[in-house]
């Protein structure tokens, strides 16, 4: 068996994925008449589920996606809008975590959560006080370079006439 790239949608997985993807709908009552040939071709959906996979994968943006792999990337994230808007990766989501409930078990009863709601303790002694708290900032901020931050002014030399 040739191994997968990380993005790559084994066959096994996309026999369950295909019968999830959304198809468009058509409005009733409409009439369609497409010339032989005419128009843009439907993107393949298995190659437009990878590449959703892909960016998911690499963090990268949308028109990052390498256009001979995937085709247009701007095509693969309007799928990817509409099939979001259709549900497609929650319902996804929900298969995933059946599948492992049924397989491992999942708590689903005992659930906990940790939070707080309060500053930090020792934040104020750690950072010092907030110059922009008292509009102080010019006499008290220090320039990269170690120097207070001064507005520059052009020097004009009174000798010359304007």
């Known amino acids: 068996m040739a191994k997968l790239q990380s993005w790559e949608v ?7 994925v295909k019968p999830l993807i959304p198809r468009k709908q058509r409005e009733e009552g409409r009439t369609y008449a497409r010339r032989p040939g005419g128009g843009r071709k439907s993107l393949d959906a298995r190659r437009v589920f990878e590449g ?21 990337p ?8 509409e099939w979001e808007e259709a549900g497609l990766f929650l319902t996804l989501w929900k298969a995933g975590l059946a599948e492992y409930d049924e397989m491992e078990g999942i708590a689903w009863d005992w659930q906990s959560i ?7 303790p020792l934040a104020q002694e750690a950072v010092g006080n907030n110059p922009t708290d ?18 520059a002014l052009a020097r004009r030399d009174r000798s010359q006439s304007t």
């Open 10 to 16: 084994s066959d096994r997985f996309w026999e369950r």
């Open 52 to 72: 959703i996979v892909y960016v998911l994968r690499t963090g990268c943006q949308w028109k990052a996606l390498p256009k001979e792999v995937f085709g247009s």
């Open 74 to 81: 701007s095509a693969i994230h309007r799928y990817f809008r």
């Open 114 to 120: 940790d939070g707080a709601m309060t500053k930090a």
């Open 134 to 151: 008292r509009g102080k900032k010019r006499k008290q901020a220090a320039s990269p370079g170690g120097r207070p931050w001064r507005p």
